[in-house]
């Protein structure tokens, strides 16, 4: 069975500041995909960002980059230059074969002006 | 381009009335196709997924049910709905047999009264 923790329930940045959003998984398999979803108060569930587990190169999105230790079995997510429109629940996800997609429980980001 | 359409947005049952959420993608063939449910302030929990007309693979065995008439239409259902199913109902889709990530729809908010 896989498992998606998010630790951080909640968290807050400062506009134009740095925040990095924590993810650990487990999984036997060892070949998988990892995705960062955002879903704003709207309730859309946006793709922020997905890397390959074979991948050692950290996926990047613009503001947006992700700190992959496949040993460690963790996927934290780094924004950059915080925008008042980044403020969203954020959820680490993973996706094994058979195409079944784990969530966490998300964390709730909030950007202060 | 592909679009997925989900309604209604916003449904009120009562208890033990009937459900029927109905999920449309276009622009592709032969999708994977996808329901989740998210309780309040919760992570996504899959329910079912199809890879094709008529195949339903259930996750989580429930109150809930599924079908595929068409290549391209998912439906989920209910004959007697109870008030724990209440929450968020999101379908997702991608393209068949591919690592491509899953896209959401709009999602439904149901509410048991």
Same mark, same amino acid.
């Given at each position: 069975?896989?498992?998606?923790?998010?630790?951080?329930p909640?968290?807050?940045?400062?506009?134009?500041?740095?925040?990095?959003?924590?993810?650990?998984?487990?999984?036997s398999?060892?070949?998988? !995909?990892?995705?960062?979803?955002?879903?704003p =108060?709207?309730?859309?569930?946006?793709?922020?960002?997905?890397?390959?587990? !074979?991948?050692?190169?950290n996926a990047?999105e613009?503001? $947006?980059?992700?700190n $992959?230790?496949?040993?460690?079995?963790? $996927?934290s997510?780094?924004i950059?230059?915080?925008?008042?429109?980044?403020a969203?629940?954020y $959820?680490?996800a993973?996706?094994t074969?058979?195409?079944r997609l784990?969530?966490?429980e998300?964390?709730?980001?909030?950007v202060? =002006? | 381009?592909?679009?997925?359409?989900?309604?209604?947005?916003?449904?009120?049952?009562p208890?033990?009335s009937?459900? &029927? @959420?109905?999920?449309?993608?276009?622009?592709? &063939?032969?999708?994977?196709l996808?329901?989740?449910?998210?309780?309040? /302030?919760?992570? @996504?929990? @899959?329910?079912f997924?199809?890879?094709?007309?008529?195949?339903i &693979?259930?996750?989580?065995?429930?109150?809930?049910?599924a079908?595929?008439?068409?290549?391209?239409q998912f439906? @989920?259902?209910? *004959? *007697?709905?109870?008030l724990s199913? &209440?929450g968020f109902?999101?379908c997702?889709?991608r393209?068949?047999?591919?690592?491509?990530?899953?896209?959401?729809?709009? /999602?439904?908010?149901?509410?048991?009264?």
């Amino acid at each position: 069975a896989q498992t998606v923790t998010q630790s951080q329930p909640e968290m807050s940045v400062q506009e134009a500041e740095t925040v990095t959003l924590s993810c650990t998984y487990d999984t036997s398999e060892s070949d998988y !995909y990892l995705f960062w979803y955002k879903q704003p =108060p709207s309730r859309q569930m946006i793709l922020v960002i997905r890397q390959e587990a !074979y991948k050692q190169q950290n996926a990047t999105e613009n503001r $947006f980059s992700v700190n $992959f230790q496949k040993a460690a079995k963790s $996927f934290s997510l780094k924004i950059s230059d915080s925008q008042l429109g980044d403020a969203a629940m954020y $959820f680490c996800a993973l996706e094994t074969s058979g195409s079944r997609l784990t969530f966490g429980e998300g964390t709730q980001l909030t950007v202060n =002006p | 381009s592909q679009t997925i359409h989900q309604w209604p947005a916003t449904l009120v049952q009562p208890v033990g009335s009937p459900l &029927s @959420l109905e999920c449309t993608v276009e622009g592709t &063939s032969n999708p994977n196709l996808y329901w989740y449910r998210q309780a309040a /302030g919760r992570g @996504l929990q @899959l329910l079912f997924y199809s890879v094709g007309i008529g195949q339903i &693979s259930s996750e989580v065995p429930q109150n809930l049910s599924a079908s595929r008439p068409q290549d391209r239409q998912f439906i @989920l259902s209910s *004959k *007697k709905l109870l008030l724990s199913d &209440s929450g968020f109902y999101l379908c997702a889709w991608r393209p068949p047999g591919s690592n491509q990530p899953q896209h959401f729809g709009d /999602g439904t908010r149901l509410s048991i009264l």
